[in-house]
């Protein structure tokens, strides 16, 4: 039971460039999301996914695309990076809204 | 739009004294209060939740309290140890009244534990 995984650990991307971040979840939860954590801002919701096939955008969604085509897993897109994605991002996983969040190791992006 | 404000942002305490983190919410409708701990370099972690039918939940050395009516919860670490030192973070369940529930998060409190 690996419980939520994400991959890469580590990414360095130039401006412009593109990259998925993959996140996996073997507990069979129906709803799962994306943050980005920042010195001093807490835990800000990217995109977040109610069930297979649904994606619906939190607090900072611009510059970036989600989807969940399985319910295992969610992805997290950027199309075009910019300095100001550099962040550590967590995907986490729940039973529902109002139950525990578990979440992955974290991705360490640096955009140059 | 609805938020969470946590306070203090640091906090220091000698070895063995209580630590207390207060946060406050502003959506009427919220109803589940959990916080989450995140040691270095570490993912966060679940500690203690709280649901708005009850004022006060325990689990040995940390209690959470629930004043609905102040729109205020607080975390309270007794006795504390070397190992509670880590970043503490407050949330609150919002957009119970449109059907889109989620957690939003304060911006947490980074604890030390002085030895």
């Known amino acids: 039971n690996a419980g939520v995984t994400q991959t890469p650990k580590f990414r360095v991307l130039k401006t412009g460039q593109s990259m998925t971040l993959l996140c996996a979840q073997d507990?069979?939860?129906?709803?799962m999301y994306w943050y980005r954590q920042d010195p001093g801002m807490g835990l800000r919701l990217i995109h977040y996914?109610?069930?297979?096939?649904?994606?619906a955008k939190g607090e900072v969604p611009d510059g970036y695309n989600v989807s969940r085509l399985k319910k295992q897993n969610f992805l997290l897109g950027l199309e075009s990076a910019a300095p100001s994605q550099t962040s550590v991002y967590f995907c986490a996983s729940s039973y529902g809204p109002v139950y525990e969040q578990y979440f992955g190791p974290g991705t360490r992006l640096t955009v140059t | 739009g609805e938020n969470v404000e946590q306070h203090p942002s640091t906090l220091s305490v000698q070895e063995g004294d209580s630590a207390v983190i207060k946060c406050t919410y502003s959506?009427?409708?919220?109803?589940?209060f959990p916080w989450y701990k995140q040691e270095l370099g570490k993912r966060p972690q679940l500690i203690i939740d709280?649901?708005?039918?009850?004022g006060e939940k325990k689990d040995q050395r940390i209690a959470v309290t629930l004043n609905k009516t102040a729109k205020h919860f607080s975390l309270h670490i007794t006795e504390t140890q070397p190992e509670d030192s880590a970043v503490y973070f407050c949330?609150?369940?919002?957009?119970?009244?449109?059907?889109?529930?989620?957690?939003?998060f304060g911006t947490g409190t980074r604890l030390t534990i002085i030895p």
């Open positions: 996914s109610v069930g297979e096939g649904t994606t």
């Open positions: 709280i649901r708005s039918n009850v």
């Open positions: 949330a609150a369940s919002i957009g119970a009244n449109f059907g889109n529930e989620k957690l939003t």
């Open positions: 959506d009427s409708a919220s109803n589940y």
């Open positions: 507990m069979n939860h129906e709803y």
